[in-house]
């Protein structure tokens, strides 16, 4: 596609909740990253994919956190049991360089809010 | 660790004035350096990004930004600010998948 795009772009869950947030990055990006910007803040780091594998997810706050990228495009990240402080702004990248260092192309992201 | 300060949280100028915004940033390596903007309800696009080389890079919508290793600053500027400059911005510092943002500084643009 012509850039990287998410949805759902508001998703409101109850505390306790099982959510989903997908990642449809720039066909052809080697490089795909799930970042969490809380109210406020500069974006923070939560994983990194090179085509389908998941070589860094140090930022992961919680095993209630998870991610994976099966067939190297399409990304969901994925919250179990989501908390109150669960609430933020997640943000999708796609490069096409590995590693992406030439910087990053961002989606609008996905608004979740936790109640 | 590395990190990045960004020192001023809210920023105002007029319309037709110029503009620099400051980034400090703590690197255990040359690092490359990036700025980016945020519009409200969108996500980052890149402004610019400093590898190596000129230490004055130009990147989109006639933003500069000037890499001081002995200050450890990148500082973003822009001669005369436009009202569509208003926006929150971002800088970044990282090599490879490591990459790290500041807290942010928000334009405000006054007419």
């Known amino acids: 596609g012509a850039g990287v795009s998410q949805s759902p772009r508001y998703k409101v869950a109850k505390r306790g909740q099982d959510v989903a947030l997908r990642c449809d990055p720039i066909?052809?990006?080697?490089?795909l990253f799930w970042y969490q910007q809380a109210l406020g803040q500069g974006p923070e780091f939560l994983t990194y994919f090179q085509n389908e594998a998941q070589l860094d997810k140090s930022g992961l706050p919680s095993d209630r956190f998870f991610a994976e990228r099966p067939e190297g495009s399409v990304s969901t990240l994925k919250i179990q049991r989501t908390q109150q402080e669960d609430s933020a702004v997640y943000l999708c990248?796609?490069?096409?360089?590995?590693?992406?260092?030439?910087?990053?192309?961002f989606g609008s992201g996905t608004r979740l809010t936790v109640v | 660790a590395q990190s990045v300060t960004q020192p001023d949280i809210h920023i105002t100028v007029s319309e037709g004035a110029s503009l620099e915004l400051r980034c400090n940033y703590s690197?255990?390596?040359?690092?490359?350096l990036f700025w980016y903007v945020q519009s409200p309800g969108q996500g980052l696009q890149l402004l610019l990004k400093y590898f190596s080389g000129d230490t004055l890079v130009q990147g989109i919508k006639g933003f500069e930004a000037e890499f001081k290793r002995s200050q450890s600053s990148f500082n973003l500027r822009k001669p005369s600010v436009q009202w569509s400059d208003a926006a929150e911005y971002f800088c970044a510092v990282g090599a490879g998948n490591d990459m790290r943002f500041g807290a942010g500084t928000r334009l405000t643009v006054k007419p």
């Open positions: 066909s052809g990006h080697v490089s």
């Open positions: 990248a796609s490069s096409p360089l590995r590693g992406g260092s030439d910087g990053y192309t």
């Open positions: 690197y255990g390596a040359t690092p490359y």
